[in-house]
């Protein structure tokens, strides 16, 4: 029954929703239904009270529906049809916005779109935007306005952080863009990449409010002034702290590169699933990626001056041969994948800012803590306890 919706009129118009709804940083579920309002006539308004139309149209035909709500349907009808489950009924209404919510969020770019992207420059060139070799612009430009949610560039246009900045790489931006407006304000000097394929009128700009808790981590001082030691160290998980990101290791290295400066790399391992069947933030059909971090201490000077964050990218079989790696103890070693930075921050940081660009990069990790700290955190659920209920 999912190939009822599968006409070319349907995905045409949900893919053109779907391009402006990614260009105004919109999500279908929550901004979709605004559209329907009586009186808006711009065009995405139209689209999106077209495609309301053409659904409903579907299942309006009472033998349709019945199939539809009586046979075992695939996740995303299945759940529609529930939330517009009544006690004397369905709410049609509610149930075709169901629908249409994931029908245009399944033309949204996907993760291999945005691997496949990573050094699509035109964007930037288009706008004369210049970027250094690590396809980073330069955030001290004075065309370039950085928000919590979005860059507004020479006053009237919006663009982007690169979406791998996002919240599980698909949701909001949280709490990385304003810290580089801080690292800014203390003369650092901090690049970031930029979202290639989404620009819009300023207008659209949205300053969302997130709100989120995390545990600060503490750097050791005899590490950071140590000259001999070479350590990696490995984090493992228990159960889940996040059900929507689940990290199962990290690896923490760190040694000296020359007599005075000690450099520390950070790597997150992710399996490619969800406890309940779903791909992991990351993975996609073909490609996937995977945070990493790389910052420097200058032992000299008493402070880090160096300070990126980055993914790897990794075919997804690839990948899951790696993952194996790690889970068996052994290490794949710390030259795989191929590294795109995400953002740079250059000069001389202090500790704290440097506590925070890395908790904020590595959210949802509980590794982090526990590394700085040598605190131990505990999951919401063990894993065990989570097979036992599941099963149950």
């Known amino acids: 029954m999912e190939n009822l919706f599968d006409n070319k009129n349907i995905h045409s118009l949900a893919r053109k929703i779907a391009e402006e709804f990614e260009n105004r940083n919109?999500?279908?579920?929550?901004?979709?239904?605004q559209f329907l309002n009586p009186g808006t006539t711009d065009q995405i308004s139209k689209d999106c009270q077209y495609l309301h139309e053409l659904i409903l149209n579907i299942i309006s035909d009472k033998e349709i529906f019945r199939k539809l709500s009586n046979q075992k349907q695939v996740n995303w009808i299945r759940s529609a049809i529930w939330f517009g489950a009544?006690?004397?009924?369905?709410?049609?209404?509610?149930?075709v916005i169901h629908l249409c919510a994931v029908i245009i969020?399944?033309?949204?770019?996907?993760?291999?779109?945005?691997?496949?992207?990573?050094?699509?420059?035109?964007?930037?060139?288009?706008?004369q935007i210049p970027t250094n070799k690590d396809m980073l612009v330069d955030l001290s430009d004075k065309r370039?306005?950085?928000k919590n949610h979005g860059i507004i560039f020479d006053g009237n246009t919006l663009l982007y952080p690169h979406p791998f900045f996002r919240r599980f790489y698909s949701a909001n931006f949280v709490g990385m863009p304003a810290l580089l407006r801080k690292a800014q304000e203390q003369s650092t000097h901090a690049f970031i990449r930029l979202d290639p394929l989404r620009e819009t009128d300023v207008g659209h700009c949205?300053?969302?409010?997130?709100?989120d808790y995390w545990y600060g981590p503490r750097f050791s001082e005899s590490l950071l002034m140590n000259k001999h030691r070479n350590d990696r160290t490995l984090h493992t998980s228990n159960g889940y702290y996040c059900m929507s990101y689940d990290v199962k290791f990290t690896v923490f290295r760190t040694k000296m590169m020359d007599s005075l400066l000690r450099e520390f790399m950070i790597e997150e391992y992710c399996p490619t699933t969800l406890p309940y069947g779903e791909k992991s933030p990351g993975i996609g059909e073909?490609?996937?990626v995977q945070k990493f971090a790389h910052f420097t201490y200058e032992q000299d000077k008493k402070c880090f001056t160096h300070l990126d964050g980055a993914v790897r990218v990794f075919s997804v079989s690839e990948y899951e041969t790696i993952f194996k790696i790690i889970a068996s103890g052994s290490d794949p070693g710390d030259k795989i994948g191929n590294r795109h930075k995400i953002f740079l921050v250059e000069g001389q940081l202090n500790t704290e800012l440097v506590k925070e660009l890395i908790t904020e990069w590595f959210r949802y990790n509980p590794h982090i803590q526990e590394?700085?700290?040598?605190?131990?955190?505990s999951p919401t659920i063990s894993y065990q306890d989570f097979e036992r209920i599941h099963k149950s």
């Open 144 to 146: 370039i306005l950085l």
């Open 286 to 288: 073909r490609f996937c």
């Open 26 to 33: 919109i999500f279908p579920l929550t901004s979709f239904p």
């Open 86 to 95: 009544k006690d004397d009924g369905y709410d049609f209404d509610l149930i």
């Open 206 to 211: 949205q300053e969302i409010i997130e709100a």
């Open 371 to 377: 590394y700085f700290s040598g605190s131990n955190i």
């Open 105 to 127: 969020q399944k033309h949204f770019r996907k993760v291999d779109d945005h691997i496949q992207n990573l050094n699509n420059d035109l964007l930037n060139k288009k706008l």
